[in-house]
């Protein structure tokens, strides 16, 4: 395949805006895609087989309620989607830890600080998000697969993926080295 082939995407993902994990969002999608964990697969192939829609917190932000143009721009954007590459049958939803969206959506419950108050709330968030896409007419045909980015202990700016569907599935994303000084 050359440069200029197009590849038609099989996949949407949703994740958040947050630029701390935009890298790790492309870096995890290729094994996503590919069901591998193994980090020499072919990036090009894999990052041309999705299309992506960010929104501040991810499932959360198509789930709330306290404005529901949100949902509805992101559905919008989906069925546009559809209509530009018919061969999309998975909807990726990627949530992160320590996630600011979440905490004003979710204020009193979801505290920033203190993880073990963030998870529960992801899993319950990216099922509601499932839940919302199978009983939309428009994409009820869509298998929806929820994933949880999480730092990778010490370092905060390396992250790894986490199936909330398969607990047994994680994925390191890239490295990333801060500058010196």
């Known amino acids: ?63 709330q309620s306290a404005d529901p143009t949100w949902s509805q721009a992101f559905f919008a954007q989906v069925e546009a989607a559809l209509g530009l590459h018919p061969k999309i049958h998975t909807i990726v939803v990627i949530d992160h830890l320590y996630c600011g969206a979440y905490g004003v959506f979710k204020p009193g419950e979801y505290d920033k600080k203190q993880r073990e108050t963030q998870d529960p709330l992801h899993r319950a968030g990216t099922a509601q998000f499932a839940a919302l896409v199978a009983n939309r007419e428009k994409t009820r045909h869509l298998s929806v697969e929820r994933w949880l980015l999480e730092p990778c202990d010490p370092v905060k700016l390396n992250w790894r993926v986490r199936s909330l569907d398969d607990e047994n599935v994680v994925y390191t994303c890239v490295e990333h080295t801060p500058p010196a000084g």
């Not at 082939?5 to 947050?18: F, G, M, P, R, Y």
């Not at 894999?46 to 959360?60: E, F, K, R, V, Y």
């Open 1 to 63: 395949m050359t440069y200029t082939e197009e590849v038609d995407a099989t996949h949407l993902v949703l994740s958040c805006i947050d630029h701390r994990v935009t890298d790790d969002v492309r870096s995890v999608m290729t094994r996503i895609i590919t069901k591998k964990a193994d980090t020499a697969i072919d990036d090009f192939v894999a990052s041309n087989q999705w299309d992506h829609i960010a929104l501040p917190g991810a499932s959360m932000g198509v789930v």
